[in-house]
């Protein structure tokens, strides 16, 4: 079964500065997708960022992008110059790249403080 | 585009009980999946249903049940409600297809209370 790690339960980071937010992962699959989402106070799910496994270059979005290590099993997210609006937690997500599934398997999520 | 619906937003209910929740896709999603975050457990997958078919079941007991439409809409039935019932369920509808751009987007949620 696959399972996904976060160990950082909260971050804190200054306004217009970096910071960047840990995910392990175990699986036996060698395809898979991996994906950040924000959950705002809002409650409302955002997916941030993806990362197909069998592509090595690191994906990004404007000011967010991954370090995707694949033998190491590892898929952080780092946001750049920070803003107040990126304060929420942040999930790490894996979803099998066999069956066609939806299926979503989430970390246990990091809570991001963005001060002023 | 409309997005993912949930009703109702809120719901409080008594153990013993038994609840529906009721998920809209987004237009032309045929793939509806619901989750159940709590502060303890996290964010678990309960199930995922597809043309009307459940394709996927999480480790959830007998109690929590769906089923899907054929207008892609989707419902979850919890009976005999415990107070570790007590959550955000969460809808996510997707367009049919296994590649990363058959991405999840997820509904505002229903947060039950069980007393």
């Known amino acids: 079964a696959q399972t996904v790690t976060q160990s950082q339960p909260e971050m804190s980071v200054q306004e217009a500065e970096t910071v960047t937010l840990s995910c392990t992962y175990d699986?036996?699959?060698?395809?898979?997708?991996l994906f950040w989402y924000k959950q705002p106070p809002s409650r409302q799910m955002i997916l941030v960022i993806r990362?197909?496994?069998?592509?090595?270059q690191n994906a990004t979005e404007n000011r967010f992008s991954v370090n995707f290590q694949k033998a190491a099993k590892s898929f952080s997210l780092k946001i750049s110059d920070s803003q107040l609006g990126d304060a929420a937690m942040y999930f790490c997500a894996y979803r099998s790249a066999s069956g066609n599934t939806g299926k979503l398997i989430f970390g246990q999520g990091t809570t991001l403080q963005v001060k002023p | 585009k409309a997005g993912v619906t949930q009703t109702p937003r809120y719901l409080i209910k008594t153990r013993g009980q038994q609840v529906t929740l009721s998920c809209s896709p987004i237009s032309g999603h045929r793939s509806v999946s619901w989750y159940q975050q709590t502060p303890g457990q996290g964010l678990q997958f309960l199930f995922e249903?597809?043309?009307?078919?459940?394709?996927n079941k999480g480790n959830f007991p007998g109690r929590f049940s769906g089923r899907q439409f054929s207008n892609s809409r989707s419902e979850m039935n919890v009976s005999t409600l415990e107070l570790g019932d007590s959550a955000l369920y969460l809808c996510a509808s997707r367009r049919a297809g296994g590649g990363i751009s058959y991405e999840q987007y997820f509904g505002p949620g229903t947060r039950l209370t069980v007393t």
């Open positions: 249903y597809f043309s009307e078919t459940q394709r």
């Open positions: 699986t036996s699959e060698s395809d898979y997708y």
């Open positions: 990362q197909e496994a069998y592509k090595q």
